[in-house]
């Protein structure tokens, strides 16, 4: 990932001017880096490796966004509306 693109997913979730550990920008950097293998394992159908790293990004953000729905439902919806999420 390159960093204009991970500065940018940062930026938009972020929840104060030095955030960058909160469970919102854990889910927008996995959302970023998902989005980009998905990219590339549509021109790389045989790559496994990828695939297993890509199934591995996909169940720990699923695993973020159910901890914050069950903290605080108000950041989840918001977070699933700003990245588009379904």
């Known amino acids: 990932m390159d960093a ?9 979730v ?3 001017e ?3 550990g909160s469970t919102e920008v854990q ?3 996995l959302s970023s880096r998902i ?5 590339h394992l549509t021109a790389n159908t045989k790559d ?5 790293g890509l199934i591995k990004m996909v169940s720990y953000r699923k695993r973020l966004l159910k901890y ?6 108000g950041r989840f919806v918001t ?8």
Do not use: F, M, N, P
Not at 4 to 12: H, Q, W
Not at 48 to 52: D, E, I, L, Q, V
């Open 35 to 39: 989005k980009h293998l998905e990219k």
């Open 79 to 86: 977070l699933k509306k700003q990245l588009e999420l379904r």
């Open 14 to 16: 972020r929840r104060h």
């Open 27 to 29: 889910v927008a950097l």
């Open 18 to 20: 030095h955030d960058t």
């Open 48 to 52: 496994h490796s990828t695939r297993r």
């Open 68 to 73: 914050l729905h069950r903290e605080d439902a």
């Open 4 to 12: 204009g693109r991970k500065v940018e997913s940062i930026k938009l």
